[in-house]
């Protein structure tokens, strides 16, 4: 046996080989040598593949047949030969790739999870329904905020309990006894709302400057700031004086004892605008009225009237239907009588209440026991 080129192809080929592996050419058999050469060559070819001598070509009873397979071998022989590409690496880099693909959605979905659970967690902040807390427990029963929220829940809800009971009488105390018990509530917002608007409405009852300015104090940012400084401001401008109060007592003093007690007309046109808008119950009174009602008073026994302002004069700033800033006064009236008959009551005690502008004219008076 010897390797030889195939006379065909030129492809290493044995003698004792029944066709070429390369091309399928017949070869056992098939063969002769060049004489020239000594090359292989095979039996029908006229000339040597390797030095190009010319041959007598040897044709055998067999020939047709071989001829006629040949080319049925020679195909049969090449698609048995014939190298099949392996699907092995595609395979495995489909699988590679959906592994990568399967553990990028896992690692991703579990990033969005984490990402939510902590927005959710965040979202807590500064609620004080426990019905929130509890569907976070249920939604992430595994987090690692599990313990803390659920204790969270727990002191909301016995807040919440006692935050329905608070709601049911809304008072000073039961404010204070709420915030003791839970120092540190969510709901601190909302019971310094009701402690504002309490204070505020006791503020408002009392009405004085003290009252406003102590509200003021407890509530540097209240809601009813503005009103109570607005109050407090108009309670300033209308803050009476000293040498107002002597003012209006020296008016009223000589107003009832000589306009009344003397029934001076004089010193009743003095006292008065050119007339009065109210007078004991008299509209548009002028100072006849004045006199006339003063000499009501002197019956047949009477010798004389005195008149003594009360120590304790309620007065206030109050603007007048012309715009400008007057004095509202009440303030009781001793009335003493000189009577000849002496077992007649010789005193009275009268309640004065009058409107005084800032001209010091009364324009407006009555006179009730």
């Known amino acids: ?35 020239n050469c000594n090359s292989y060559c095979l039996l029908a070819q ?16 067999q020939e047709p047949q071989q001829k006629t397979a040949e080319p049925q071998a020679k195909t049969a022989e090449k698609k048995k030969k014939e190298p099949r590409r392996s699907k092995g690496p595609a395979i495995i880099a489909t699988v590679i790739c959906l592994i990568l693909l399967c553990t990028g959605y896992y690692f991703y979905n579990q990033h969005r999870m984490e990402q939510k659970e902590q927005e959710d967690y965040e979202r807590l902040e500064g609620i004080t329904n426990p019905e929130f807390y509890q569907q976070f427990l249920i939604d992430y029963p595994d987090s690692k905020h599990f313990d803390e929220i659920n204790e969270r829940m727990h002191v909301l809800q016995a807040e919440a309990d006692d935050w329905k009971q608070l709601l049911k009488g809304i008072n000073r105390s039961n404010i204070s006894r709420f915030m003791q018990k839970h120092p540190n509530s969510l709901r601190g917002r909302a019971l310094e709302d009701m402690l504002d608007s309490i204070d505020w409405q006791e503020a408002q009852a009392i009405g004085n400057e003290e009252a406003i300015t102590d509200y003021l104090t407890k509530h540097p940012s209240g809601r009813f700031v503005d009103d109570a400084s607005e109050v407090k401001n108009n309670l300033l401008l209308s803050k009476v004086t000293p040498e107002e109060r002597a003012m209006i007592r020296g008016t009223l003093e000589s107003f009832f004892s000589k306009a009344i007690a ?24 002028d100072a006849e009225a004045i006199i006339e009602y003063a000499k009501e008073k002197i019956a047949n026994d009477v010798i004389g009237l005195h ?35 002496t077992n007649q009551p010789s005193s009275n005690i009268y309640h004065v209440n009058a409107l005084i502008n800032s001209e010091q004219k009364l324009v407006r008076m009555n006179i009730t026991k």
């Open 1 to 35: 046996m010897s390797i030889i080129k195939c006379p065909e192809c030129r492809g290493q080929v044995s003698t004792m080989a029944g066709t070429c592996p390369h091309c399928g050419t017949n070869i056992s058999g098939n063969l002769r040598q060049c004489p």
């Open 46 to 61: 006229d000339k040597c593949p390797e030095c190009g001598t010319s041959l007598e070509p040897i044709v055998t009873k």
């Open 262 to 285: 003397n029934q001076d007309i004089d010193a009743a046109k003095a006292a008065i605008p050119d007339t009065m808008v109210n007078f004991c119950g008299k509209e548009n009174a």
């Open 307 to 341: 008149y003594a302002i009360g120590q304790k004069m309620d007065v206030r700033k109050e603007t007048l239907p012309d715009g400008n800033t007057g004095f509202a006064v009440e303030v009781n009236l001793q009335e003493t009588i000189s009577r000849s008959d």
